[in-house]
């Protein structure tokens, strides 16, 4: 079953410390994999997208990493800003039969305490 | 440029009516794609349309529908409201369907039936 797991479910940190977010997958067959942040009330809005042959890519104070052989990525978050408090969400793409589907992590809430 | 607008913003219904949710996507982009959001179930994928054709559509029953006019703006319906319908609904648009465009999604429409 394809399937997209986060973790943590919620984390909480101090401004200004770093943190490390977790995305294992079992989605297959692997098209790309993105990192959206959600602002409460708002859409999602990409930070990365990242093909198979891509191990890590960065955007500011966001690095994604991505390991395809044991299906995990992680989102690491330099020198947390109380702006960086929302929910990040991990997707993976697959292409199937000429279609696109993404599957969804169910997220990870941050919040960066002053 | 514009971004993705969603209307209305905000909507309550009571059980057994209809709703329709407007989408209307960056300039150029004719790829639409609506998503069911929930706090316990994450994003799910309802439906993309492309060039007025539904091109893909996700896990959800009948009374869920949609449309795309000759203008790449689309419409969601969804018939016979039911309380476990209450969900931010969010629309995505992109350049192309079914690869791996950026997505750029709308505020979203917070539905609440009672």
């Known amino acids: 079953k394809n399937q997209v797991e986060q973790s943590p479910q919620s984390l909480i940190i101090l401004e200004g410390k770093n943190c490390t977010l977790q995305?294992?997958?079992?989605?297959?067959?692997?098209?790309?994999l993105r990192w959206y942040k959600q602002d409460t009330g708002r859409g999602p809005v990409s930070l990365t997208i990242m093909t198979f042959s891509e191990n890590t890519k960065s955007n500011g104070r966001y690095t994604a990493t991505l390991d395809a052989d044991t299906k995990q990525s992680s989102l690491h978050i330099t020198a947390s800003q109380l702006s960086d408090s929302a929910s990040y969400i991990c997707v993976v793409s697959s292409m199937n039969t000429g279609f696109q589907k993404l599957v969804f992590g169910t997220g990870t809430r941050l919040l960066v305490s002053p | 440029k514009a971004g993705v607008t969603q209307t209305p913003r905000y909507l309550i219904k009571t059980r057994g009516q209809q709703v329709t949710l407007s989408c209307s996507p960056i300039s150029g982009h004719r790829s639409v794609s609506w998503y069911q959001q929930t706090p316990g179930q994450g994003l799910q994928f309802l439906f993309e349309y492309f060039s007025e054709t539904q091109r893909n559509k996700g896990n959800f029953p009948g009374r869920f529908s949609g449309r795309q006019f000759s203008n790449s703006r689309s419409e969601m319906n969804v018939s016979t409201l039911e309380l476990g319908d209450s969900a931010l609904y969010l629309c995505?648009?992109?350049?192309?369907?079914?690869?791996?465009?950026?997505?750029?999604f709308g505020p979203g429409t917070r539905l609440t039936v009672t």
């Open positions: 995505a648009s992109s350049s192309q369907p079914g690869t791996a465009s950026e997505q750029y």
């Open positions: 995305c294992n997958y079992t989605v297959s067959p692997f098209s790309n």
